[in-house]
Nanobody, 113 residues
């Protein structure tokens, strides 16, 4: 049984930093691509970043140079380090396993002006 649990969200000022975590059980973060998505009210969930089992990473253009996705295989955890945060980054951030329907509950990130 796959379980994903996000944590680390909170309220930060614009320009600040935050790291969100995704603790994985029931599978390994090394088995498949892991991704971070985000969603705001009235909008579809959008991809933010992902990392393959081989360590290759991709980012949506709006976060390139500011966000970094990583994983710790020993802890079976995926991270998203968010720097230089902007109000437009405000969203619920979700962790995804592979390209299927395995999601965490999300963690709220709010960036104030």
């Amino acid at each position: 049984q796959v379980q994903l649990v996000e944590s680390g969200g909170g309220l930060v000022q614009a320009g600040g930093s935050l790291r969100v975590s995704c603790a994985v059980s029931g599978t390994s973060v090394s088995f498949n691509t892991m991704g971070w998505y985000r969603q705001t009210p009235g909008k579809q969930r959008e991809p933010v970043a992902d990392i393959t089992s081989g360590g290759s990473t991709r980012y949506v253009d709006s976060v390139k140079g500011r966000f970094t996705i990583s994983r710790d295989n020993a802890k079976n955890t995926v991270y998203l380090q968010m720097n230089s945060l902007k109000p437009d980054d405000t969203a619920v951030y979700y962790c995804r396993h592979g390209y299927g329907d395995y999601w965490g509950q999300g963690t709220q990130v709010t960036v104030s002006s």
